[in-house]
């Protein structure tokens, strides 16, 4: 036999070995049928997702909330997983819970919840965002400028109800500023808080919550369509019942808190802060705004780190200007861009920024003259109508006295006809009357 008929030989009996192993049946992987059938399982899933839809697994992913049972509920992997059954509260840090009791206030000058319909939508903020933490709401009361809550966190960390709180203000500020046309902030930059410890202490801070609608004359008694004294569908008392040994003792604590009837807020309910100092704010500030110092802060910017300072801390404009070495000569030009800034983009009054930034004038003819020329400043930066204009500051309008002051500064500062100012300002209604005004100034 040949070299070459030897090699054909062989490699045909090679390919007869691979034909009979494919013939061969192949061995089950049982584990992965398992796995399968326990995705498959309506039951198990059924389980899983519970009734709110949410699923929390021991040593999953830490998001544990509004998980999906096909997508989350199991999942192949080596470590055995635990499925919580419906209505119970899991996460992944702990299983006893954090009590902490806060207060969110408006913020300064500002009436948070004026109507009972801002109250309604900001209950249901908190109730819609309790699925994407885990959370417990043990309490809660609002009254016109600040929301009182005691919570209990199912995590270690302050992460979650820190967050929880942001995101419920973050919704009602959209709300809010969409239904009264502003913007910016609706609450303070900073909520109150304080971790409390002890069955009988989180019964007396319930109680001192649902007092706080009469403390306010908004009510009698702890009956208040905005407080969690009547039964409602969200709010809970797991925590209470877990410190106090059980559910009749939480209800025989609440009874004995609340027969003292409506009490006022004591003065240590809550951790009053320390005011920062000027330092700390503008450093935060300045950090928010990605600058790590004055120096490199664009003239264009300064304008909204002195509204910022000011907002946080309550530092009065000339101190601010003081701090940050800002020359005498041109105090009044940045005091001008920080009311055009505060509103347009915060929809303040005229009045109310003065207020907040603490301006005396010496004489009337000061307060007009950097009102005229805050409406000439917004006039150029936005193109509005000296009546828009008017509205913004919450001025009356048409005011011809200043109207006429206005056009003639207008022709004077650009360097045109009256007609041409009176043009920019979009006066239309009563012309003839105006421009005979204007004339005989």
């Known amino acids: 036999m040949s070299k070459k008929d030897n090699v054909d030989m062989d490699l045909e009996n090679k390919q007869n070995a691979v034909n009979d192993d494919a013939k061969k049946p192949q061995a089950v992987n049982t584990d992965s049928k398992n796995e399968e059938s326990k995705v498959s399982d309506p039951s198990v899933q059924a389980a899983a997702l519970g009734s709110a839809g949410t699923v929390a697994v021991e040593h999953g992913d830490t998001n544990i909330i509004k998980r999906g049972a096909r997508k989350y509920g199991v999942k192949k992997s080596k470590r055995k997983r635990k499925v919580v059954l419906p209505n119970t509260i899991y996460a992944r840090n702990t299983t006893k819970p954090r009590i902490y009791r806060i207060a969110v206030d408006a913020r300064r000058k500002t009436i948070s919840f004026p109507t009972p319909e801002n109250k309604a939508y900001y209950v249901k903020c908190m109730k819609n965002m309790l699925a994407y933490f885990p959370i417990e709401i043990l309490a809660y009361a609002l009254t016109n400028d600040r929301a009182y809550i005691l919570l209990a966190s199912y995590d270690q960390s302050p992460v979650s109800y820190k967050r929880y709180i942001a995101n419920v203000n973050t919704l009602y500020s959209e709300y809010y500023n969409k239904i009264y046309k502003g913007a910016g902030y609706v609450f303070g930059t900073e909520t109150r808080d304080k971790k409390i410890k002890g069955a009988e202490q989180i019964a007396e801070s319930i109680a001192v919550i649902h007092s706080q609608p009469s403390a306010n004359n908004l009510c009698e008694g702890f009956d208040y369509p905005f407080n969690s004294y009547r039964p409602n569908d969200f709010v809970t008392i797991n925590a209470l019942a877990q410190l106090a040994g059980g559910e009749e003792e939480a209800f025989m604590l609440l009874d004995k808190a609340h027969a003292n009837g409506p009490r006022l807020l004591p003065a240590d309910f809550f951790t009053v802060r320390k005011s920062d100092n000027f330092t700390t704010v503008i450093e935060n500030v300045l950090i928010d ?126 360097g045109i006809s009256v007609e041409a100012a009176t043009k920019k300002l979009g006066i239309r209604e009563h012309l003839d009357y105006v421009m005979s005004l204007v004339r005989n100034a």
Do not use: C, W
Request: charged share 25%; glycine share 4%; aromatic share 16%.
């Open 289 to 414: 705004y990605g600058y790590y110092s004055l120096n490199s802060v664009p003239n264009d910017v300064m304008h909204r780190i002195i509204a910022e300072v000011n907002e946080r801390g309550g530092f009065n404009f000339k101190k601010i200007v003081r701090k940050i070495g800002l020359k005498k000569a041109y105090q009044h030009e940045m005091l001008v861009k920080v009311i055009v800034d505060l509103a347009i983009n915060r929809k303040q009054v005229f009045d109310e920024s003065i207020d907040n930034l603490q301006i005396t004038f010496f004489n009337a003819f000061e307060k007009r003259e950097l009102i005229r020329d805050v409406v000439f400043m917004i006039s150029n930066r936005t193109g509005y109508s000296y009546d828009y204009i008017m509205n913004m500051l919450g001025f009356a309008y048409p005011n011809y006295e200043f109207l006429t002051d206005m056009i003639l500064y207008i022709s004077d500062m650009k």
